[in-house]
């Protein structure tokens, strides 16, 4: 069974930069048949994709985050990782990794999800 | 960027019930859109993508329809467990991709 797991600080300060890793289990980060995202969702509020990674390195990000954004992949460790830089408390959200199937371009598993909260 | 918009904002209803939730973008996206199901405290679940076809493991009473700019999610007769938030999300414009900004299924 496929599983998906976020790991990171709960908190940080304003200015500075947002990391996260997800670690994948069940299943291969280095296979052809999926892209790897996040997905982040401020309390209260809808969904917004922050960006996908395939296992070549390829990445792809939202155009309203892509100045802040890095995504990258560590197929030895089966994990990518998500940095988001200069966050304000506007970046405060619940973060979720996910897979994207190349057949149907959608979200089919996801992790649980980690709240980060940005502030002093 | 395809913004999608979705109606109503909260449905209420009861067990049995039917519900129909609307889902509309604000330009085509052919068929190229999914339904997602979250409860409180978990992430979103897949339950239907390119509109009509419903991912693994969901059951016959979930239903999508529509193409173009206006979808449909319908659930036939609703379970206790199936009051929660159903968001759509489109990706025509592949990779990029939206969410719509959910409807929730309350109980009334």
């Known amino acids: 069974q496929l599983q998906l797991q976020e790991s990171g600080p709960g908190l940080v300060k304003p200015s500075e930069t947002l990391s996260l890793t997800c670690t994948v289990s069940?299943?291969?980060?280095?296979?052809?048949?999926?892209?790897w995202g996040w997905i982040r969702q401020p309390p209260g509020k809808g969904l917004e994709w922050i960006g996908s990674?395939?296992?070549?390195?390829?990445?792809y990000y939202n155009p309203s985050l892509k100045s802040r954004v890095t995504i990258s992949v560590d197929t030895s460790k089966n994990q990518f990782s998500l940095k988001l830089s200069s966050v304000t408390a506007a970046d405060t959200a619940v973060y979720y990794c996910?897979?994207?199937?190349?057949?149907?371009?959608?979200?089919?598993?996801w992790g649980q999800g980690t709240l980060v909260t940005v502030s002093s | 960027e395809i913004v999608l918009t979705q109606s109503p904002a909260t449905l209420s209803l009861s067990p049995g019930e039917r519900a129909t939730l609307s889902c509309r973008a604000s330009?085509?996206?052919?068929?190229?859109l999914a339904w997602y199901q979250q409860k409180p405290g978990q992430a979103p679940r897949l339950l239907i993508y390119?509109?009509?076809n419903r991912a693994t493991g969901i059951p016959a009473r979930f239903s999508g329809s529509g193409s173009g700019t206006d979808f449909t999610l319908t659930i036939s007769s609703l379970e206790p467990e199936d009051f929660a938030v159903y968001y759509c999300?489109?990706?025509?414009?592949?990779?990029?991709?939206?969410f719509g900004p959910g409807t929730k299924v309350d109980i009334k």
């Open positions: 996910a897979r994207r199937s190349v057949i149907t371009y959608y979200f089919d598993y």
């Open positions: 069940g299943g291969s980060i280095s296979s052809s048949s999926y892209y």
């Open positions: 990674i395939y296992y070549s390195g390829s990445t």
């Open positions: 330009q085509s996206v052919s068929s190229y």
């Open positions: 390119d509109a009509s």
């Open positions: 999300q489109q990706r025509s414009n592949w990779p990029s991709t939206t």
